[in-house]
Nanobody, 124 residues
Framework: QVQLVESGGGLVQAGGSLRLSCAASGRTFSSYCMGWFRQAPGKEREFVAAISWSGGSTYYADSVKGRFTISRDNAKNTVYLQMNSLKPEDTAVYYC?????????????????WGQGTQVTVSS
């Protein structure tokens, strides 16, 4: 079992920044890929970013590339999502998830454990 708890969401103006955190407990955090996803009202859950077990490989959706940065601290069992230059279309509930493999995927169905989500609202 893996327990994931997100934090850091909130309300921010367009152009602003937020940093999301996801604290993990349970199975060996450092062995697995971690991902961030988001879901806006009326839309499907979509991939945002992922990071391999070592942090050596990162992956981003085209919509966030150059603005968001995913990182992890295996000593703290935490993964982060630094979000800069936020846009109103980034408004969504953001979820972190664990894919029980060292490599990563962008397919949400292949992630095994999910956090409860944190709301990010970007005002124009």
């Amino acid at each position: 079992q893996v327990q994931l708890v997100e934090s850091g969401g909130g309300l921010v103006q367009a152009g602003g920044s937020l940093r999301l955190s996801c604290a993990a407990s349970g199975r060996t955090f450092s062995s697995y890929c971690m991902g961030w996803f988001r879901q806006a009202p009326g839309k499907e859950r979509e991939f945002v970013a992922a990071i391999s077990w070592s942090g050596g490989s990162t992956y981003y959706a085209d919509s966030v590339k150059g603005r968001f940065t995913i990182s992890r601290d295996n000593a703290k069992n935490t993964v982060y999502l630094q979000m800069n230059s936020l846009k109103p279309e980034d408004t969504a509930v953001y979820y972190c998830a664990t894919h029980l493999a060292k490599g990563c995927t962008s397919a949400p169905l292949l992630y095994d454990y999910w956090g409860q989500g944190t709301q990010v609202t970007v005002s124009s």
